[in-house]
């Protein structure tokens, strides 16, 4: 199956940096997802990107389906971005994602 | 709208217990699926609906059961519960939009076996 991996593993920024989390895929995707699950366990989707490239506000996202790769961009970065990051993908016609082990972002003021 | 809406959010068992994860959706979605989650890893899939009276396995099927009645309900038993069953259980709803297969969670149910 599906083998998901991400990087760096562990992150830590000040109030305002960027940053660049990476996720590789070890087959074709035709369903990938990033996901932010916050201090308290809540798990929201922020991007369904098999593709191509999307933003929302100071996150954006790009996925490069021919290297089997995406990129989380995130730009002045908040209190608030603390958690953990997961990517997920599935082929085929359902989500049956095959999710990563997150990268832990911890963002100090 | 209340989105995915799990019950109950903690619970202990003893081993050999079983007992039943709610999962509810008003969204109309067609596909439904239950997580487990792991310290320090990665979600992963128990069982997956696609809808109504229709079910299948996912990566760690073993010990629980799933049965998809209506299109709103989306229960997972745990048959004989194990200290292994301890983790925290997601239930997830999505269907094809407009923005593809957007998936939903609900606020998770930690689970303790004893």
């Known amino acids: 199956g599906i083998q998901v991996e991400q990087s760096p593993p562990d992150l830590i920024l000040q109030e305002g940096a960027n940053s660049t989390l990476r996720c590789n895929f070890s087959?074709?995707?035709?369903?990938l997802q990033w996901f932010h699950q916050n201090p308290w366990g809540q798990l929201i989707n922020l991007f369904y990107?098999?593709?191509g490239t999307k933003q929302n506000g100071r996150l954006s996202a790009t996925t490069v389906a021919t290297e089997r790769y995406s990129l989380l961009y995130i730009s002045s970065s908040q209190t608030t971005d603390s958690g953990v990051y997961f990517c997920?993908?599935?082929?085929?016609?359902?989500?049956?994602?095959?999710f990563g082990a997150g990268t832990r972002l911890a963002v100090h003021p | 709208n209340a989105g995915v809406t799990q019950t109950p959010k903690f619970q202990v068992l003893k081993t050999g217990q079983s007992m039943t994860l709610q999962c509810a959706q008003d969204?109309?979605?067609?596909?439904m699926s239950w997580y487990r989650q792991d310290p320090g890893m990665g979600l992963r899939l128990i069982h997956y609906?696609?809808?109504?009276?229709?079910?299948d396995q996912g990566e760690v099927p073993n010990g629980y059961n799933v049965s998809r009645s209506t299109t709103e309900d989306f229960p997972l038993r745990l048959l004989s519960a194990a200290p292994s069953q301890t983790s925290v259980y997601f239930c997830?709803?999505?269907?094809?939009?407009?923005?593809?297969?957007?998936?939903?969670f609900g606020e998770g149910s930690w689970l303790t076996v004893v």
């Open positions: 997830a709803s999505s269907d094809r939009g407009l923005d593809g297969n957007t998936i939903y």
């Open positions: 609906s696609v809808g109504a009276g229709i079910t």
């Open positions: 969204m109309n979605h067609e596909y």
């Open positions: 990107i098999p593709s």
């Open positions: 997920a993908g599935a082929s085929g016609g359902y989500n049956k994602l095959i």
């Open positions: 087959d074709s995707v035709n369903n």
